[in-house]
Nanobody, 115 residues
Framework: QAQVVESGGGLVQPGGSLRLSCEIS????????VNWYHQPPGRQRERVAR???????DYADSVNGRFTLSRDNAKNTVYLQVASLKAEETGVYYC?????????WGQGTQVTVSS
């Protein structure tokens, strides 16, 4: 069973919105921090947002005000609401769970922003 599973990506027009989900195995639900990364085609991953176990959030300047983190503890899921998407935000979005027992990555979810 995968420890981290992302979903919610897809094709969206510029200016559109999506809600990305990061479902975390119950074993690792008491995480230290969950990071979301964006990897554009042919480029390195960059962190765009993170949420701590206490619920504090932090966003990259480029997405601040457009991306919003939330969590549903009953579902062991962290959400990233992405809005006002730009073409350059096309790529794979990865969820990274930092836990006392390790550092876990999902397989990513593809977001394509195109008209």
């Amino acid at each position: 069973q995968a420890q981290v599973v992302e979903s919610g990506g897809g094709l969206v027009q510029p200016g559109g919105s999506l809600r990305l989900s990061c479902e975390i195995s119950a074993t690792y639900a008491d995480f230290i921090v969950v990071n979301w990364y964006h990897q554009p085609p042919g480029r390195q991953r960059e962190r765009v947002a993170r949420i701590s176990d206490g619920g504090s959030t932090d966003y990259a300047d480029s997405v601040n005000g457009r991306f919003t983190l939330s969590r549903d503890n009953a579902k062991n899921t962290v959400y990233l609401q992405v809005a006002s998407l730009k073409a350059e935000e096309t790529g794979v979005y990865y969820c990274n769970v930092v836990h006392k027992w390790g550092n876990f990555w999902g397989q990513g979810t593809q977001v394509t922003v195109s008209s």
